[in-house]
């Protein structure tokens, strides 16, 4: 099993461009989860979802923008990128509201200049 | 939000010291979880504590959380080189629902020289 993965690993974005940061499981985890990890700080919560087509706000979701139209699949959309957005990007999932958080993908290093 | 602070930010040790990392909360713990982080890579998962006065182990890491379940104390016994790497302290603000939904401290840099 690839567990989660993340791509791109590192981006450099444009203030004002758009981008996807693509996220698969292949655990069936019907949990999955984005978080952004700014530079001596903790992870933050970015958005969640609970199941194919059930999404939901996290601590810090302005800006951003998600989907769940399969179980396996959880993109992050980026709409139009700010210098605030700077951050490495982490997805993660679990199986259900009786499973540990205990599955990260690698991380999306992105940079807006 | 809840708060989750880490202490120390930093600790540099000598290969074979013992070393605590903390992680308190202003607030009850409905779970507690340890990860640690390499650079450019992601989260791996320790362990993960519920009940107060709960204890786990994992090869040289041991993990407790207070009876009152607000503090959480990481212990690495005999630290090597394969030890050094941020440690990330994350909390279940409440049970149920929000399960995966953490608050995480801004983590502990361990460096381990030998």
């Known amino acids: 099993n690839a567990g989660v993965t993340q791509t791109p690993k590192f981006r450099i974005l444009k203030i004002g461009q758009s981008m996807t940061l693509q996220c698969t499981q292949d655990m069936n985890h019907n949990y999955m989860y984005w978080y952004r990890q700014d530079p001596g700080m903790g992870l933050k919560l970015i958005y969640y979802?609970?199941?194919?087509?059930?999404?939901d706000k996290g601590e810090v979701p302005n800006g951003y923008n998600v989907s769940r139209s399969t179980t396996e699949d959880f993109p992050l959309r980026l709409e139009l990128a700010a210098p605030s957005q700077t951050s490495v990007y982490f997805c993660?999932?679990?199986?259900?509201?009786?499973?540990?958080?205990?599955?990260f993908g690698s991380g999306t290093r992105l940079t807006v200049v | 939000s809840q708060e989750l602070e880490q202490s120390p930010q930093s600790l540099i040790v000598q290969e074979g010291k013992n070393l605590t990392i903390n992680c308190t909360s202003s607030?009850?713990?409905?779970?507690l979880y340890w990860y640690k982080q390499k650079y450019g890579e992601g989260l791996i998962f320790l362990m993960m504590l519920q009940k107060g006065g709960e204890e786990k182990s994992h090869e040289k890491i041991t993990a407790k959380l207070d009876e009152k379940k607000q503090q959480s104390s990481l212990h690495i016994t005999a630290s090597q080189p394969s030890h050094a790497g941020i440690y990330l302290c994350?909390?279940?603000?409440?049970?149920?629902?929000?399960?995966?939904?953490?608050?995480f401290g801004r983590g502990t840099q361990l460096t381990v020289w030998p």
């Open positions: 994350g909390a279940d603000p409440g049970s149920g629902s929000t399960l995966g939904r953490l608050y």
């Open positions: 993660a999932s679990s199986y259900g509201d009786i499973g540990l958080l205990d599955t």
């Open positions: 979802s609970v199941g194919a087509g059930i999404t």
């Open positions: 607030k009850t713990l409905y779970g």
